[in-house]
């Protein structure tokens, strides 16, 4: 009934494979989801990894070299200093500025830094705060910021400001104060963080809504997924159990979630065909959780009566303690189907491998990058990433379900664009030396998407 | 033979796996190291400095790191000594400051007797506050290390005359194994001072490639993995023969661990090659 | 209603740690969600673990297949339980024992005496509460500040760094120099509130306690002091097995008139408990090692052939006594020819000698042994020391003389005063540790009076600290020789003869010690037998953790190795184009990795220098591997907000178990 592919890298379902079988071929709503979309996002990553740094190092000379003899400059001593509560922040930050006025009189000096210092009481003691030098951009505006941070909020301070000049002397002080940093309702240096997550989440509840208005919602096939089912069957055959791992890390993680998720249709299904899924979990948390899910999924399949606690326990915290059971008990036990579906790392392989060797077939799923591999290797199926959180979606069937995965791929549409977008400013930055587009680049790279 | 190849008992290979371990580090079998052009780049940061130069190590690893940085660590401070630098020590991980105190103890006192604490080299210990700490000595040092790890006020330290802050030492070296580390140092210290604050550092493996963008501009140089640090030990054995005196095999570990890796890399190598043969060789039989 | 609950707490939670993201004013409440998860997981906890007992015992005693494995998860889930719980053989924390100090306890509500300054407490909307450490201590009154007990440095500190006015400051300064107990029981006397225990250092003498019961006549006061009083009176003592030679009755007497000796007995006595100076100044009995003498230049005009000296018959070598003072007429400390060729470190050549004497050495020992005396210290790093130790100190000022600096209108104050003079070493100072150092046994005790006498009464303070922190880190010389006596094993063999000679002075010391050890022991009060760590060094549970627990793990991890190895001959195969370049990659990478790569294509010139399989792995690490990490991170990433949302929303309830909306 049941026929696996065993012992092959590339069938086994790396998206590179799938793509050249086929994922190519995309229907409406389907191709961003996919290989597609993997193998555009690595170009543009191989575009921009090996762009932006051979561009970067050139850009950054084209930016300093745009003002050249900047360090010869002759400034005045500043004249006043303002300290204000920097905006936007969590009140432990505080602004202050002063004018830059270059001129070519005797008071002119050529400056090494200016040195910041700050004092509860306007009569000292100051403690030093910083040394900072005027970048050519402060310069051309004639206006130098520097942000203290920090501060306590609602705790008066003052500042005292000092040129140095190159020739080792100092300016008269200037001074500024009493400031007192205030916490704002909001952190403004994530409103673009912000504006992101409002914008993907809008995407994403557009497209559930979209989906529930009746719009079709065409999902690629998941191999791993539509596997499940088979694997339960063949160990419905055998006789043998399954055995269902929801990774090592605990309910606070977003995988282990996806994994109890799936635990549940596993659970479900394995109701139905009458077959024995074990669970043995690394954490507390985890199984109390896991246990009401599996219950809930014996209820929903109307075998209440089948469902078994004690196939849910608790081994022990410890990683390798953890591994070093369960591949025990699945040498003895040798289990017919093994699923491992959440957050893993050094120990992937070991359970990988020892699933191998009993001759059970193995579906993982995780989102830990430095472990797909070792699943790829050994597993017969794996979901990679994305498909792992789809897994919901996808075994539920439900139009709004799937209808969040359209909206996640716009999401990667977006993200996608924004690399090229910047690869592109960042080559041109470099390759023509206007500042413009370096400003332009600076701001998607510091601000936009910091 | 093809069918017994094909299904081979995995513990056959277990075997293998363990003798090509186990026979290189038991024969202590080195295998000579040609540096790559990033070692030889570290190597000149700390080898083209002027004797007396001041160099600030920072210890941000733990033994847990021990097999990749151990011998990179022990390098870095034989090289120091050797060059007469003078060697600030602090660290951002707490139990780097034990670490500071066995290098000190097992090296620079073990081997370089003449060299006096407190003038040659000095101690300044743990301070909690990761990157916080890296951002404190970029303006004022003194504000944190009042004292040494042994409690001697900074005043009195020789060595510690006129270094105010970070871009007052001639290099900055960082042993890292993850958070806080050499990323904090690229972002907080190189990246607010360009071409001011000079960096190289140590790393593991894993960390190694998230590091390569900084290079050369950000950070001068780096060893990554084991490999890194035995090319680093081998230009140090060549440029500083061992003399009378030291014991030379703390020096050569990496190099020591080289002679397994070799080993065990060409056996994943020859089983791929072996898997795969007689995977062709079993579809052309099929066919 | 049982499905309603868990997803009103889902959503009120996702939106409170998603807000506490963004707003600071809610940066609390997403530490306290995570709080109650911890809080939630811990108890989970107590579930998981009978939950292991249920099933593993179910199956021990129907004897299920691997009731063995069963049996054993279930002793070591004991056992460990219990040695960590219990923190068995863990000694009690040494920073909350306060050694040297006894308590009785006495509430802070009956402490009789308070002090107060005239001053307001600072109030700020950010910081509503006093430090933890005097909250129930401080308080205001009628403008005074008020404070119950005696300030320790820790309150102080604290006080300091709650506002950073000069005012305020000045008044916490004023408060530390008022809120100490009198003048005589400084330094003996003091109020520990978290305990709530009044604490008396050493033994108290009936004087002390008629002082001390006069100052208050509450009862909880005068039967703490009487607690004090009784623990301060109790006798312990130990006998010491062996003794350093110059330890005697009024030797005990000097460190603390609450020690006693009898050499007669060997019987260590001390009335009271023992502090760690106490201790270590009994520890420290014993000669320190010797230096390593550097030729005097003016002797070194003339070389002449070295001498034999007599060398030191061994088995008149006693323990506890030095090889320089042996029994033997015969031994010399050098003969003139040696001191005259700047041989001015004749102990080192004894020591050689009667080593060899004693058994045959190697060439890899002499070399040892050599490299062991370069390591030992020398004058000059003593001098060094000192000098060091006399530098300037910039002095600073206190809060109150800057307050008074502001209130006479000074703009701009500086918290640093003038520079302390430095204070130097003078010739006959110098001269002395140099005629000390070369004196037979190395007493520290006997250079310091040889200090005083050139300073005509007491060495000054900054020598005597000088001292103190060098020779804090200088072995005594039983110790150098034990050393010694490692490494020259570890370059070759040693005959009995010879292990007993470096060895004897140690036994002896160890003895002293170990008696010392247990004197400090028996004679201190435990405050917080269940302070320490479960996993302190030689405890049970350490003990597990390091010799089953590591190597265990360790194993677990080894097993990679192999399992990396059979995965590749099982699964790397060429099927088709993308599968073929993976492969090419990964041998790339692998042969990069060793020497094996080098040797490949080192021959490559120049030009070529890009296609050398270490460049192109790093090219391959840096460019492509990237490359795929990011874009795969980016999906996951996506994926987890999708996730997140649906959850947060109650759209995707699976994880609870239903499969309704």
């Known amino acids: 009934m049941f026929s696996r592919q065993r012992g092959c890298l590339v069938r086994k379902k790396s998206p590179l494979a799938a793509a050249g079988e086929g994922g190519l071929r995309s229907r409406s709503g389907e191709g961003a989801s996919s290989s597609f979309f993997l193998l555009w996002a690595v170009w543009v990553g191989l575009l921009s990894g090996i762009a932006f740094p051979a561009c ?27 300290a204000l509560d920097a905006p936007w922040d969590d009140g432990s930050r505080l602004l202050l500025c002063w004018p830059l006025q270059t001129a070519d009189t005797p008071d002119a000096k050529p400056l090494r830094e200016f040195r910041i210092f700050q004092a509860a009481e306007p009569c000292g003691p100051w403690q030093p705060v910083a040394a900072v030098e005027p970048k050519p951009k402060d310069i051309r505006r004639g206006r130098m910021e520097y942000l203290v941070d920090r501060c306590e909020p609602g705790r008066e301070y003052y500042f005292r400001l000092t040129a140095v000049w190159a020739d080792g002397g100092q300016s008269t002080p200037v001074m500024a104060g009493p400031v007192r940093p205030v916490r704002q309702m909001f952190d403004g240096s994530r409103a673009w963080l912000a504006g992101f997550v409002v914008l993907v989440s809008g995407l994403v509840l557009w497209s559930i809504q979209r989906a529930r208005s009746g719009r079709p919602v065409h999902v690629r096939r998941i191999a791993g997924l539509e596997a499940v089912d088979e694997a339960i069957g063949r160990a419905t055959e055998m006789g043998r159990p399954c055995v269902f791992i929801a990774g090592i890390q605990d309910m606070n993680d977003i995988q282990t979630i996806a994994g109890l998720t799936i635990l549940g249709r596993v659970a479900e299904t394995s109701a139905r065909y009458a077959a024995r899924v074990e669970v043995p979990t690394c954490r507390s948390l985890v199984m109390t959780a896991a246990r009401d899910t599996v219950q809930a999924a014996y209820l929903a399949a109307g075998r209440p009566e089948a469902y078994r606690p004690e196939d849910i326990y608790y081994v022990t915290d410890e990683q390798f303690g953890y591994v070093a059971y369960v591949t025990g008990q699945m040498v003895r036990q040798r289990p017919a189907a093994c699923f491992y579906m959440g957050a893993f790392f050094a120990e992937s392989l070991i359970l990988a491998e020892t699933g191998n060797s009993i001759g059970a077939i193995q579906v993982a799923g995780t989102a830990m990058p430095s472990q797909l591999p070792f699943f790829v290797a050994a597993c017969d199926y794996t979901l990679i990433g994305e498909e792992f959180f789809a897994a919901s979606a996808y075994l539920s069937g439900q139009p709004d379900q799937l209808g969040a995965l359209w909206g996640q791929d716009m999401g990667k549409l977006l993200a996608g664009c924004l690399i090229l977008v910047g690869s592109v400013l960042a080559t041109l930055a470099a390759a023509t030396g206007w500042e413009w587009l370096a400003d332009w680049t600076h701001f998607l790279q510091n601000t936009l998407l910091q | ?39 030889r780049q570290t190597f000149e940061a700390i080898d083209r400095l002027p004797e007396g130069s001041k160099i600030l190590l920072s210890w941000d690893w733990d033994p847990s790191a021990e097999g990749e940085l151990g011998p990179m660590a022990n390098a870095f401070v034989r090289h120091c000594c050797q060059k007469k630098h003078k060697m600030v020590f602090i660290a951002l991980w707490p139990v780097g400051q034990q670490l500071i105190d066995d290098t000190i103890e097992k090296l620079i006192q073990a081997d370089y007797p003449h060299l006096v604490y407190g003038r040659d080299y000095v101690n300044l210990g743990f301070k909690p506050g990761n990157e916080g700490v890296i951002k404190v000595l970029l303006t004022d040092l003194r504000q944190l290390y009042t004292t040494d790890a042994r409690g001697t006020n900074i005043e009195k330290i020789p060595v510690m005359r006129g270094l105010n802050t970070v871009r007052d030492f001639d290099l900055v070296v960082s042993v890292s194994a993850g958070y806080p580390g050499i990323k904090e140092w690229v972002q907080y210290a190189s990246a607010a001072y360009p071409n001011q604050v000079r960096l190289i550092t140590g790393t593991t493996g894993v960390s190694a490639p998230l590091l390569y963008p900084y290079i050369p501009d950000q950070l001068q140089g780096m060893l990554g993995a084991i490999k890194g640090a035995a090319e680093y030990e081998q230009l140090l054995l060549e440029k500083y023969p061992p003399t009378h005196g030291e014991e030379v095999g703390k020096y050569q570990e990496a190099l020591r661990r080289m002679g397994p890796q070799l080993a065990a890399h060409l056996l994943m190598i020859g089983l791929i090659v072996l898997g795969n043969i007689l995977y062709f060789a079993s579809r052309r039989k099929q066919s | 209603m049982k499905r309603t609950i868990p997803l009103v707490i889902t959503f009120v939670c996702g939106v409170v740690l998603l807000a506490a993201h963004f707003s600071p004013y809610t940066h609390r409440w997403g530490e306290a969600a995570m709080i109650w998860f911890d809080i939630l997981a811990s108890i989970a906890f107590l579930l998981g673990g009978g939950n292991l007992l249920k099933v593993h015992l179910k199956k021990v005693f129907a004897q299920q297949a691997g009731w063995a494995y069963s049996l054993i998860t279930v002793v070591a889930f004991v056992v460990t339980l219990w040695v960590g719980l219990v923190k068995w053989g863990a000694p009690p924390a040494a920073h909350l024992e306060h050694y040297g100090e006894s308590f009785a306890h006495v509430p802070l509500e009956e402490f009789p005496f308070t002090y107060s300054v005239p001053g307001q407490l600072p109030k700020t909307a950010e910081r509503p509460l006093l430090p933890a450490s005097v909250r129930a201590q401080l308080s205001q009154a009628d403008g005074q500040v008020v404070f119950r007990g005696w300030l320790l440095p820790n309150q102080k500190s604290d006080l300091l ?8 400051r000045c008044l916490v300064e004023q408060l530390a120099k008022a809120a100490q107990p009198s003048a005589g029981f400084r330094g003996k006397l003091a109020y520990y509130p978290e305990p709530q225990a009044l604490a008396f250092r050493g033994s108290m003498t009936p004087q002390e306690r008629a002082e001390l019961e006069a100052l208050s006549p509450s009862d909880a006061w005068r039967s703490a002091v009487a607690a004090l009083y009784e623990a301060g009176q109790r006798q312990t003592e130990v006998v010491a097995p062996t003794a350093p030679e110059r330890f005697t009755p009024e030797q005990a007497r000097k460190i603390s008139p609450a020690l006693d000796y009898d050499p007669a007995s060997r019987r260590l006595q001390i009335r009271g408990p023992m502090s760690l100076s106490e201790r270590q100044a009994l520890e420290q009995q014993f000669p320190l090692a010797r230096p390593k003498l550097t030729a005097d ?12 000296t007599v060398p030191l018959r061994p088995s008149a070598h006693q323990p506890g006594t030095s090889i320089v003072q042996g029994e033997s007429s015969t031994v010399q400390l050098g003969t003139a020819n040696d001191q005259q060729r700047g041989f001015a470190d004749p102990y080192r050549h004894h020591l050689w000698k009667a080593l060899e004497d004693q058994g045959p050495l190697t060439a890899k020992q002499a070399e040892v042994f050599q490299a062991h005396w370069e390591r030992r210290w020398t004058v000059e790093q003593l001098l060094e020391a000192i000098r060091m130790a006399g530098v300037g100190e910039p002095t600073e000022k206190t809060a109150c003389q800057m307050l008074a600096e502001k209130e006479q209108g000074v703009a701009d104050i500086q918290p640093i005063g003038p520079l302390e003079p430095d204070q ?25 009076e040889q200090l005083a006498k050139t300073s005509g009464g007491q060495s000054p303070g900054f020598i005597q600290t000088a001292l103190q922190n060098f020779f804090h880190q200088v072995p005594t010389e039983a110790e150098a020789k034990k050393t010694l006596c490692v490494e020259l094993l570890r370059a070759g063999p040693l005959t009995e003869a010879q292990r007993e000679f470096l060895l004897a002075d140690y036994r002896a010391e160890w003895a002293w010690r170990t008696a010392v050890g247990e004197l400090f022991r028996q004679a201190h009060q435990v405050k917080f037998p269940w302070s320490g760590q479960y996993n302190a060094a030689g405890s049970p549970f350490w003990w597990i953790y390091e010799y089953m627990f590591k190597p265990l793990t360790a194993t677990m991890f080894a097993l990679l190795a192999f399992y990396v190895a059979s995965a590749a001959f099982r699964a790397f195969r060429a099927k088709n184009v993308e599968a073929a370049l993976l492969l090419g990659t990964a041998f790339v990478v692998l042969l990069g990795r060793t020497a094996a790569g080098t040797v490949l294509t080192g021959w490559l010139p120049d030009w070529l220098g890009w296609l050398r399989v270490e460049e192109l792995t790093v090219l391959i690490m840096t460019i492509f591997n990237t490359a795929g990490t990011r874009a795969i991170m980016i999906g996951i990433a996506l994926g987890i907000v999708a996730t997140s949302l649906k959850i947060i929303l109650g759209m995707d309830r699976s994880y609870l178990g239903s499969a309704e909306k």
């Open chain 2, 1 to 39: 033979m093809l069918e017994k190849l094909q299904h081979l008992d995995r513990r056959w290979v277990f075997l293998m796996m363990l003798l090509a371990v186990a026979v290189p580090m038991l024969a202590d079998w080195q295998v000579p190291e040609k540096s790559t052009l990033l070692v």
């Open chain 3, 161 to 168: 760094a709650y506002h950073p006015t000069l005012a305020w």
């Open chain 3, 424 to 448: 130097t070493l003078r010739p006959e100072q110098a001269a002395a540790i140099r005629t000390w150092a070369a004196g037979p046994n190395l007493y520290l005790e006997d250079l310091l």
């Open chain 3, 297 to 308: 230049p003016a002797l070194t005009s003339a070389h002449q052939p070295e001498s034999s």
């Open chain 1, 56 to 82: 970067s190092g050139a850009m950054e000379a084209a930016r300093r070299g745009a003002d050249p003899g900047e360090t010869h400059l002759l400034l005045l001593p500043p004249s006043e200093l303002e």
